[in-house]
């Protein structure tokens, strides 16, 4: 797909900041592909859901895990995995993490 496409096809989370396991928190915001404009408005619907799913799994996550590419990748996979789990219409193709802050 084009960049035109996978803009038209995604949404972006608001900042997000929650606690860690480790008593260090993230601040998070997220662009979302989907693969569908069914999906991308069902997506926008719920997207209380969506930050309920990212509240529930970064609180089970460490500090570390956001400091190294592998680390972020598999946070990506992982709430892209979730996310595909409450759609009816269309997938997640992919999850991009647009902004972190660790501390």
Do not use: H, W
Not at 9 to 27: K, P, Q
């Amino acid at each position: 797909p084009t960049i035109d496409d996978i803009l038209e096809l995604s949404i972006d989370t608001e900042e997000i900041t929650t606690n860690l396991v480790d008593n260090s928190f993230v601040v998070i915001k997220l662009k979302i592909q989907t693969d569908s404009k069914k999906a991308k408005e069902e997506l926008q619907k719920r997207d209380f859901q969506i930050n309920n799913i990212l509240i529930q799994e970064l609180a089970s996550m460490e500090a570390s895990q956001f400091t190294s590419k592998e680390g972020l990748i598999e946070v990506e996979e992982l709430l892209k995995m979730r996310i595909n789990e409450i759609l009816q219409e269309g997938t997640v193709q992919k999850v991009y993490i647009t902004n972190r802050v660790v501390q």
